[in-house]
């Protein structure tokens, strides 16, 4: 079975550039997160989604950063503009339901210049 | 605001050793709590689940046990291998599927 694919694997752009991560969930998982992950923070939940709808985006940092999911298997995460602080590895996961483990991807590494 | 402590930070032992990780959390009402290991430029990958009811949980030479009263969880690693080196992540789960991670262990087992 395919895991969670994320992509692109690895980004570099310069601070101002927008920026768009793609996450796939694992196919009947209806639940979707987004996480980032910096060597001072450790790892930070974003959003969540449930069955396609935004339930929690409190960890959303600033409105630079939205996340949509039009279906139930694809997500984007997009930061416009970006900033060297956004630098991070964004980690999508996707789970079942509630008393199931979630699954993460490989994640995306980004780097603002 | 629920924190999640993992001690020790790192840990080398030589390869054969049983070990344990220790996880603590400040506030008790949890749903589950989910151990992950991640390997470097890597994801996590999904250990053991121990839902609130449980009290341990186990697969192959991993044991987790959760006590909520006192906010501690503990990895057991029996008879650790080279392969076991990364880094052990616990999270709690709090309310909708909502993870709040450890600062994690990074584990050395040497050959």
């Known amino acids: 079975d395919a895991g969670v694919i994320q992509s692109p694997r690895h980004e570099v752009t310069e601070m101002g550039q927008e920026v768009t991560l793609r996450c796939k969930p694992i196919s009947g998982h209806n639940s979707l997160f987004w996480y980032r992950q910096t060597m001072m923070r450790g790892l930070e939940l974003l959003i969540y989604?449930?069955?396609?709808?935004?339930?929690?985006d409190s960890g959303m940092p600033e409105d630079r950063f939205s996340a949509k999911m039009p279906n139930a298997s694809f997500s984007t995460l997009k930061i416009q503009p970006s900033e060297p602080r956004d630098s991070a590895v964004y980690f999508c996961?996707?789970?079942?339901?509630?008393?199931?483990?979630?699954?993460f991807g490989d994640g995306t590494r980004l780097s603002i210049l | 605001k629920q924190e999640v402590t993992q001690i020790p930070a790192a840990l080398s032992v030589p390869e054969g050793e049983n070990l344990v990780l220790n996880c603590s959390f400040t506030?008790?009402?949890?749903?589950?709590l989910q151990w992950f290991r991640q390997d470097p430029g890597k994801g996590l990958t999904s250990l053991l689940l121990?839902?609130?009811?449980?009290r341990e949980q186990t697969s192959g030479r991993l044991n987790a046990s959760l006590d909520k009263s006192s906010g501690r969880s503990t990895l057991y690693i029996a008879a650790s291998q080279p392969g076991d080196s990364a880094t052990y992540l616990c999270a709690v789960i709090k309310g909708f599927q909502k993870l709040v991670f450890g600062t994690g262990t990074r584990l050395l087992v040497s050959p």
């Open positions: 996961a996707s789970s079942s339901e509630q008393n199931q483990p979630q699954h």
């Open positions: 989604f449930n069955n396609n709808v935004p339930i929690d």
């Open positions: 121990i839902q609130s009811s449980q």
């Open positions: 506030d008790s009402a949890i749903y589950n």
